[in-house]
Nanobody, 118 residues
Framework: QVQLAESGGGLVQPGGSLTLSCAASGFTFSTYTMRWFRQAPGKERELVAA????????NYGDFEKGRFTISRDNAKDTVYLQMNRLKPEDTAVYYC???????????WGQGTQVTVSS
């Protein structure tokens, strides 16, 4: 059974930091590209960052350089998203995605809510 278990979401104040985790099971984690998406209310889902099997990182969209960092720990079958200097516009549901062979297989987590507010 394939599963992506997300955790780490919650309510934080502007300027704060938060680390999201996505624990994978049911497949060979090290052979999959891992990605983080987010979807804010009334907006389309957008790709935040991706990390390949070899550790190459790609950042997407209009994110402030250096605020978000994706990483993976193959020994723990876990991918992370470190978020710093959070802004209210970062409020969204954040989703973990595992992709194999350019999209032959795509697995999704159920999402974790991040709310940035005073």
């Amino acid at each position: 059974q394939v599963q992506l278990a997300e955790s780490g979401g919650g309510l934080v104040q502007p300027g704060g930091s938060l680390t999201l985790s996505c624990a994978a099971s049911g497949f060979t984690f090290s052979t999959y590209t891992m990605r983080w998406f987010r979807q804010a209310p009334g907006k389309e889902r957008e790709l935040v960052a991706a990390i390949t099997t070899s550790g190459s990182i790609t950042n997407y969209g209009d994110f402030e350089k250096g605020r978000f960092t994706i990483s993976r720990d193959n020994a723990k079958d876990t991918v992370y998203l470190q978020m710093n200097r959070l802004k209210p516009e970062d409020t969204a549901v954040y989703y973990c995605n595992a992709r194999y062979s350019g999209g032959i297989y795509d697995y999704w987590g159920q999402g974790t809510q991040v709310t940035v507010s005073s």
